[in-house]
């Protein structure tokens, strides 16, 4: 047989029907036309063998038994198996189509939820790195508003006033002092809230720079090929020899050491007396530096006093507004008889609009963006970790 691909997938089988000898015959017709003479007869061997086959099938009608052979062998066997496979098919299918939605439905509450969490930070999801980094740039004018909004606080630090000096007999100036300096002074340093003084100079504590992420499989070996001005002076010749380090130091006596007079001292006794000063660590000549270089609401100490103290100021007015709406014996009312005006002149209203915007200040600096600003502001490399958590959510479907 002639070299065919096709001729030799239909004999390599065990079972060649009469439609596997059509094919066969209709390939060699092509194949073997240069053995055809002009008679329209070829002269090929195999072309007549392979006709002959063909003829013999044709003899009777022989082939119709074998095609009558197929059909059944295709309606008992093939066809229910062909249903099998398509029911089989249709069904994997199905399976596909639902896990596909299921797939989809949960890349969406994925999606949501990461873009829930970005909502917490305060950032779109765009950059999680660089947007981070830009809202940290931004909370020192965050601080500042916060601080400017706590002036609307003082009724309510007035009737807190009012109302320990009245019941407790204590001095109206222990009562939330840092509150009551914000109000007035703003977020001002910590230098300014512990002295009094508003420094001349603030130097802030060195932050730690974040470096940005190296790509994998770089090495940054340094720019030690380039020569600059500044160490120009310290390349030496590789062949040479090591100079040597003059330290300043000499095991051989000095004669102007050795005649003992030679070290002029000075008058000591007549000479001025030398004044030494000793300055405080942070209060240097009105220099503001470390965490007295921070703002009151930069400072965790001094920035967890002042929610203490509107916590405490918002636990007053809403156990006063309790007792307001309670106040209907004759002993609350006689309480109260000899109280001062601002604590008689108010009502369960106006005590409940203080509170709500006493709430809504504490909300402002514990809410979670706050918390995780703050955070970045103690530890730059919360940034990484952050990012990092952020980005094994998908961001999208």
Not at 284 to 305: F, H, I, M, S, Y
Request: hydrophobic share 40%; aromatic share 6%.
């Amino acid at each position: 047989m002639p070299e065919n691909e096709e001729i030799r997938q239909l004999l390599s089988g065990s079972y060649i029907h009469y439609f596997n000898c059509l094919r066969i015959l209709q390939i060699l017709k092509g194949t073997e036309a240069s053995t055809k003479n002009i008679f329209g007869r070829y002269s090929s061997q195999r072309m007549k063998d392979w006709q002959e086959i063909v003829s013999l099938y044709m003899r009777e009608s022989t082939y119709l038994a074998e095609v009558a052979s197929l059909f059944v062998r295709s309606v008992t066997y093939e066809i229910p198996s062909l249903k099998k496979q398509i029911a089989k098919c249709l069904q994997l299918q199905q399976d596909l189509s639902r896990k596909e939605e299921e797939m989809q439905l949960g890349a969406a509450e994925m999606k949501e939820r990461y873009y829930s969490s970005c909502k917490q930070y305060g950032i779109t999801g765009e950059n999680v790195r660089q947007e981070l980094l830009a809202l940290v740039q931004d909370l020192p004018s965050l601080l500042t508003q916060i601080g400017a909004a706590a002036v609307v606080l003082s009724p309510a630090v007035h009737l807190y006033q009012a109302c320990v000096q009245f019941v407790c007999e204590s001095p109206p100036e222990q009562v939330v002092p840092m509150l009551r300096y914000i109000q007035e002074c703003g977020n001002s340093t910590v230098y300014e809230w512990r002295t009094g003084i508003r420094p001349n100079v603030i130097q802030r504590p060195r932050e730690e720079k974040i470096k940005e992420p190296i790509e994998e499989g770089l090495i940054d070996w340094g720019n030690f090929m380039v020569e600059s001005s500044a160490d120009s002076e310290l390349c030496v010749d590789p062949g040479a020899q090591p100079a040597e380090i003059d330290w300043g130091i000499s095991l051989e006596p000095d004669p102007m050491e050795a005649g003992g007079d030679a070290v002029d001292w000075g008058d000591v006794e007549s000479a001025a007396p030398v004044q030494i000063m000793l300055l405080e660590t942070g209060t240097q000549g009105g220099v503001a530096c470390g965490k007295d270089a921070l703002t009151l609401l930069e400072n965790p100490e001094t920035r967890n006093q002042f929610i203490d103290e509107l916590l405490e100021l918002e636990l007053f007015l809403s156990q006063r507004a309790v007792e307001m709406s309670e106040e209907a014996d004759i002993v609350s009312v006689s309480q109260f008889q000899l109280a001062p005006s601002i604590l008689q002149g108010q009502t369960k209203e106006k005590v409940v609009a203080m509170a709500a915007l006493v709430q809504d200040l504490i909300g402002q600096l514990t809410c979670m963006r706050m918390q995780h600003l703050f955070m970045i502001l103690a530890s730059p490399r919360f940034v990484d970790r952050v990012t990092e958590m952020l980005h094994q959510k998908p961001e999208t479907g």
